[in-house]
């Protein structure tokens, strides 16, 4: 991904802006690769959620995470969150929900047999 991001800035001009960015504003690197690193470890995690629990555990997890910080937003800082919010949450949680029990019945009849 590194190459990928360095052909791209050098593709769009704004390779040689960011490095003077960073030279003009030294304390900005630190920052800059704590949040890289941060993003490496992110993966790693997401690639070891998918290997081991599939990616029905990850979507749970991603969507979990996601409403958490919809709601302590809206606690934090007073954001309104509007109904049809709750609703794309209550059919994305429903529809995650439906797959899981009907995996469960899936396999149990396969026992079954």
């Known amino acids: 991904s590194s190459i990928i991001s360095m052909f791209t800035l050098l593709q769009s001009g704004e390779l040689w802006p960011s490095v003077e ?3 003009q504003h030294p304390g900005c690197l630190k920052e800059v690769l704590a949040m890289s690193l941060a993003s490496a ?14 990616p029905v555990v990850f979507t749970i997890i991603s969507v979990t995470r996601q409403l958490l910080s919809i ?5 934090l800082f ?7 919010a709750w609703f794309a949450v209550l059919v994305t949680f429903s529809g995650i ?14 026992k079954s047999s």
Do not use: N
């Not at 709601?71 to 606690?75: A, E, H, K, P």
């Open 41 to 54: 470890v992110g993966q790693l995690f997401i690639f070891h959620t998918i290997s081991e629990h599939g």
């Open 78 to 84: 007073g954001h309104v969150i509007p109904t049809k």
């Open 97 to 110: 929900f439906y797959r899981i029990v009907a995996k469960s019945m899936i396999s149990r009849k396969e």
């Open 21 to 23: 960015f960073l030279q």
């Open 71 to 75: 709601i302590l937003s809206g606690m």
